[in-house]
């Protein structure tokens, strides 16, 4: 899939996170084309999961800068606000509203942050429920559902808020085995439309099969990146080599 060369959807510029002494990101420089799907794997404690998180400020960095669109991420209020409604995030708890049907769940973006009326918001909402393949749970609050339905609902809520990119941090790693495929199947489906990814997984199929580009994180560093097939034939690190070698037969 041809990547567009214009200014990145989001950019990371020399950015670095501690949590107290512990150096948890480490002069990080990395950016995504529109369109691109960049797949973030590593060891546990990698800072993977930090990095997503930083994108929309969920977590905040000591120094360095995070550009959405060219623009640099604000530090708090409406501005910040405004950039998060653009880059969507799926959790890997789901994180949806318990007390609130799903079709309640998907169109509260939507009304309260985007000011779309009610009948439209709720008639997107279904078309997106309906997307991943669980419309006909609509009027279900979050307890009724099996957990890839929920993940599956926390997708369709993303989507609501018509983002630039999304992001997803270890989507599938609190789901039975047989409910990881039904979220990974919407998510190369948007993957094939062009919506930009960044996605930090364990699911090294979907990596090879889906990722425009593999980054290997450890030690809060990136160690490599590279395409799926080079990175995963030829890795060029003794890190990504001990740690494709530790994964194998899982």
Known sequence: MAIETATPVIELR?????????????DINLSVAKGEVLVVIGPSGSGKSTMCRTINRLETIDSGE?????????????????LRAKVGMVFQSFN???????????????????????????????????RVGVDSQAAKVPAQLSGGQQQRVAIARSLAMHPTAMLFDEPTSALDPEMINEVLAVMVELAQEGMTM?????????ARRVAN???????????????????????????AKDFLESIKGH
């Open 213 to 239: 580009r593999v980054v290997f994180m450890a030690d809060g560093q990136i160690v490599e990146q590279n395409s799926p097939d080079e990175f995963f034939d030829h890795p060029q690190s003794q890190r």
């Open 198 to 206: 960044v996605v930090v997984t364990h699911e090294m199929n979907f």
């Open 14 to 26: 020399h950015v670095d996170k501690h949590y107290g002494p512990l150096h948890v990101l480490r």
């Open 66 to 82: 995070i550009l959405i669109e060219g623009t640099p991420l604000p530090q708090e209020g409406k501005e910040l606000a405004a």
């Open 96 to 130: 949806l509203f318990a007390h609130k049907t799903i079709l309640q769940n998907v169109t509260m973006g939507p009304i309260e942050v985007l000011h779309t009326p009610r009948e439209q918001a709720e008639a997107e909402a279904m078309e997106l429920l309906r």
